[in-house]
């Protein structure tokens, strides 16, 4: 999968770089605010967590059609909106089988096994650079590379590998019906680490640094960095966003015992 990748990145050449810029400082300004107040934001949280998910499911799933996938992003919204705390368990359930498909996947990630498409290849060798939507394409097409080559490397793993990462995700799901503010924090936080990631990248693209290659080649230090990141967003929001909820409830609740007592004096007025 990192060969995929380190080939987008000499792509990213030829792609548009108003595209490039444009959805990196969204993801990355987007990632910020959810690290680290994720959760003071719990619906805004669950709806851009549908979108995403819901997204990723129509546009891979259902065969990269660019109608299904919104309407599958729509739907998704709308249930994490419906049931906004199950939903945010069901995220850090899956960003925990993410997680750990990575961590145990090991040696598969390094590994070329020649699954580029002809059409990327060319890509790379083209001359000049992409439009705004030749560039979205190229993306799509590249990520659907991924998704494959993910779902391969799932099939190759012994059978004591997926049982790990069941296991992973039904403690996940236990500790999410137990101690939901916790997990709602660190799947927040989790979240928030990668849109973040996701958003430098795509800047540093634009700029022809070659981040992927740098973090590839500096894994155990990178890994460290989003560990620490997400471990840090999810103590901030677990110690001031819930403090700040918890303030907000109360004045909500103060406001309407106001409100209760000055109906029950105009009733008692009107009485006499």
Known sequence: MLYILRHFEKTAVHLDSAVLVVSGLVVFVLGLVIWLAGTAFRKFLAIIAGVVVGYIIGLFVTGRNIISATASAGLAA?????????????????????????????????????????????????????????????IKLYAATLFAQARYIGSQMTSLKPAIITGIVAAVLITGFLFGDLIAAAAASTMGTVFVFAGMILLLLYKGSGPISQISSRQTLYATIFAVMAAFGTIVQLLVCQSLVKRKMLTVKKEMNNQKGARETAYSWRSS
Do not use: R
């Not at 925990?96 to 070329?112: N, R, S, W």
């Open 78 to 138: 709308m249930l994490a909106v419906m049931f906004g705390k199950l939903f945010i368990t069901a995220l850090a359930a899956l960003l925990a089988a993410v997680i750990g498909f990575v961590l145990l996947a090991g040696p598969h990630l390094q590994e070329d096994t020649g699954t580029i498409p002809s059409v990327l290849q060319n890509a790379q060798n083209a001359a000049g650079t992409f439009g705004p939507g030749q560039t979205i394409e190229v």
